[in-house]
């Protein structure tokens, strides 16, 4: 018995091994996989149907009957930038309340109880410059889901123990950022970038702990209006059904409020050296400067250089120089985060503090040579596949393009936008991708973040530009830096 189990095993062991070989060997004769060819992916998203209630909200829907479930996403104008000054964290604290601090009477721990016995799923998040919503329930679950889905939206209790609690958890968040070096650097990095713009007015310490019950009223009141809304909706329901049930929760809600877009920061700002000091044998190296954004034409080409400059991971430039080529840095790489009317691009690294300058240096060459040097066509079309498929296979479900339809309205773009992206893609040269570089990667608009410890540079930033100190604006922060430096 035992030699018949070893003889079995031998020959499942043999079987195995012949398929190994005979896989390698098919391997070595096909060739590399990316020799490979095939034709390039396409995709067309079926249309959602845009609907504009009498108050003014605006839906998108798509009907998909494959689960029984409905998921909506809302998205509303507004954001930090619109916090007044010196309380500065009031739509962050707003949005995390408006969540947990009860609805329509409701106190937040009974809300918890019902969605939780539903199975269902609501979420409010507060970016910078947009409030998004999101909510999922089961079919047979609807109409209750969505009373209380409307209730946090339009009627929310903000009870004063839920305010003390985000409060609580903010502030203790912006105490702790200071032992956290990349989130303290992307922190000051942006109050650096947008010095003088609303957009770099961050929250502290102090200006959380004076946020009141009656400041969140006020901003619910000013910017959570129907005029300023807009639902994708995407689900297991009718047209005709699903109107009823949204008329019904959100169509009795008015206001004669309006919510105006704030403009976009200057394009042509001049940039800066910004150091901020940390004992650490580390540091963070930060660039950024405005971009195009995505209604300007030079956006396919933005797309494109930064997905070769850094964006793209272990074969983009930045990574592959400075990390895997050099060995200077253990994250490195490029970042484009584009609005509808403007972008930001940059660059980062995180390296030992005696690698700083040369890391610096190797960086900046490589946007120079965008400039200078075409890009060769083999890396241009490895970008440009990569977007082009990257960007089909984000319409994974009907969800998501109801969404991503939504948003080309609220960020006032083309209809045509998703529809014409990969075609843009393609056909962005390796002229175009000079002729951006050059336009909007210029050294006199660039600002460059340091935190580190300059004793320990390999040479002294002042190489780089005139060195700007960056003072901590948290009171919390300020003593633990000179606890620090005792």
Known sequence: ?????????????????????????????????????????????????????????????????????????????????????????????TAAVMRTGGANEMSGDAVDEEIDFLAADISI?????????????????????????????????????????????KIEELKRIRDDPQKLAFREFTRAFFKGDTRGRLATVESVDRISRADLIEYHRRYFVPSNLMMAVAGDFSKEEMLKKIEKCFGTWHSERTVEKLSPPEGDRAGGLYYFYKDTPQSVLISGQIAPGQQNRDYYAMEVLDFIAGGGGFKSRIFSEVRNNLGLAYSAGSFYSPKSDYGIFGTYAMT?????????????????EFKTAAVEDSVLKWAKDSLTNRFVFSFTSAAQIARQQMMI??????????????????????????????????????????????????????????????????????????????
Do not use: W
């Open 125 to 169: 998040s507060m970016e910078r410059e947009s409030c998004t919503a999101a909510f999922s329930v089961l079919k047979e679950d609807l109409d209750r889901g969505l009373e209380i889905f409307s209730d946090i939206l339009i009627h929310p209790e903000f009870q004063e123990e839920k305010l003390i609690l985000a409060r609580e958890l």
């Open 409 to 486: 309205e609220f960020n006032g773009l083309d209809e045509d936008f998703l529809e014409i992206y990969c075609q843009k893609i393609r056909a962005v040269t390796s002229d175009d991708l000079r002729r951006t570089a050059i336009n909007y990667l210029k050294d006199t608009s660039r600002v460059l973040f340091v935190l580190g410890d300059e004793d320990r540079f390999d040479n002294p930033l002042a190489d780089f530009g005139n060195v700007q100190r960056v003072e901590i604006h948290d009171d919390v922060c300020k003593k633990k830096q000179k606890e620090s430096s005792n």
């Open 352 to 368: 030992n503090a005696n690698s700083s300058a040369k890391v610096l240096s190797v960086i900046q060459n490589i946007l120079e």
């Open 1 to 93: 018995m035992i030699r018949r189990i070893y003889i079995a095993a031998l020959t499942l062991f043999a079987a195995i091994l012949s398929g190994v070989c005979l896989s390698i060997a098919q391997a070595h004769v096909m060739g590399s996989p990316e020799t490979l060819t095939y034709p390039p992916l396409s995709y067309s998203p079926p249309k959602a149907e845009r609907v504009a209630l009498a108050n003014g909200i605006i839906l998108y829907l798509i009907e998909d009957n494959e689960l029984p479930l409905i998921n909506i996403s809302a998205v509303a104008r507004m954001g930090s930038i619109y916090d007044p000054p010196g309380l500065e964290g009031l739509s962050e604290i």
